[in-house]
């Protein structure tokens, strides 16, 4: 069973920053790419960044400019550090990955979220 751990969450003032790190561990096979998602009170899931194994990356248009997205493959960790944080911020975010073979059997995984609340 793969299991993600995710950590770097915690109360900021708008306009501060935060680093999200995510790490995978167990029965790994493949790792492919990580990302980040994000859920705030009220609203469903959305897509936050994503990085393939290369390194290339994309993003949600309202984090652009503000977010990174990083990885360390030897650790299997992925990074998102978050500068100029606003309001709208304000979430649960949480790290997914998928291992496996694409086409074949991957799958995704997910962590238990780590909590990200700006403050005016």
């Known amino acids: 069973q793969v299991q993600l751990e995710e950590s770097g969450g915690g109360l900021v003032q708008r306009g501060g920053s935060l680093r999200l790190s995510c790490t995978a561990s167990?029965?790994?096979?493949?790792?492919?790419?990580m990302g980040w998602y994000r859920q705030a009170p009220g609203k469903e899931r959305e897509f936050v960044a994503v990085?393939?194994?290369?390194?290339?990356?994309n993003y949600v248009d309202s984090v652009k400019g503000r977010f990174t997205i990083s990885r360390d493959n030897d650790k299997n960790t992925a990074f998102l550090q978050m500068n100029d944080l606003k309001l709208e911020d304000t979430a649960i975010y949480y790290c997914?990955?998928?291992?496996?073979?694409?086409?074949?059997?991957?799958?995704?995984?997910w962590g238990q979220g780590t909590q990200v609340v700006v403050s005016s």
């Open positions: 990085i393939t194994t290369g390194g290339r990356t």
């Open positions: 997914n990955a998928r291992t496996g073979w694409p086409h074949v059997d991957e799958v995704d995984h």
């Open positions: 167990g029965n790994i096979r493949n790792l492919n790419d």
